[in-house]
């Protein structure tokens, strides 16, 4: 079985300024995705940032990326120039791949608070 | 568009009654999942289904019953309600196979389930 987990439950940034939010994972598996997820106050989840296990580039998407080190199964968000409306809960998420694929296991989440 | 929708988005009902969340999605995948979120946050995986047949069961009382008519629905009929249901409940779609982009779910907008 997998488990993810998310150390931190709660963290603050300025403004403008940079956060990393961390995840670890625990699975036997070779083949996998990781995903953040983020859900706001209004409670809708939505997709931040996928990688796909197999791929060494670290994903990025914007303001958003991740350090993926397969080896340590750690899988980080990094937000730069933090905005308001970043203020959310953030859940990592991971699914393995192939056979068996489609069951995602979340972590605990991060609620962080972006101020002014 | 709306691409996962869920009804009713809120809930409120007494103990021992039997309520329906209905979830439809019109993105064409062909994987619905139903997730638990409670009163921390916490995300669970409740039950998944792949072309209308169930893939994914995890440890949920036998009050709880999933059904798919179509590959594009998914509604979540729970008998004999209890205070401990009270809860978000999360529906969301992918398409297996593939890359990351292909398991990435989408979740609806949560049914705040509310037991009294």
């Known amino acids: 079985a997998q488990t993810v987990t998310q150390s931190q439950p709660e963290m603050s940034v300025q403004e403008a300024e940079t956060v990393t939010l961390s995840c670890t994972y625990d699975?036997?598996?070779?083949?996998?995705?990781l995903f953040w997820y983020k859900q706001p106050p209004s409670r809708q989840m939505i997709l931040v940032i996928r990688?796909?296990?197999?791929?060494?580039q670290n994903a990025t998407e914007n303001r958003f990326s991740v350090n993926f080190q397969k080896a340590a199964k750690s899988f980080s968000l990094k937000i730069s120039d933090s905005q308001l409306g970043d203020t959310a809960m953030y859940f990592c998420a991971f699914m393995k791949q192939g056979a068996g694929a489609g069951k995602s296991t979340f972590g605990d989440g991060t609620t962080l608070t972006v101020k002014p | 568009d709306t691409a996962v929708s869920q009804t009713p988005k809120y809930l409120v009902t007494q103990m021992g009654n039997d309520k329906s969340i209905k979830c439809e999605q019109n993105l064409g995948h062909d994987t619905m999942y139903w997730y638990k979120q409670d009163s921390k946050k916490f995300l669970k995986i409740m039950f998944s289904y792949n072309n209308k047949e169930l893939i994914i069961n995890e440890t949920v009382p036998n009050r709880f019953s999933p059904k798919s008519p179509d590959k594009a629905h998914l509604n979540l009929h729970i008998n004999s309600l209890e205070l401990g249901d009270s809860a978000v409940y999360f529906c969301?779609?992918?398409?297996?196979?593939?890359?990351?982009?292909?398991?990435?779910?989408?979740f609806g907008p949560g049914t705040r389930l509310t037991v009294l």
């Open positions: 969301a779609s992918s398409q297996r196979g593939g890359g990351a982009s292909y398991n990435e779910q989408f």
């Open positions: 699975t036997s598996e070779n083949n996998y995705y």
């Open positions: 990688q796909e296990a197999y791929k060494q």
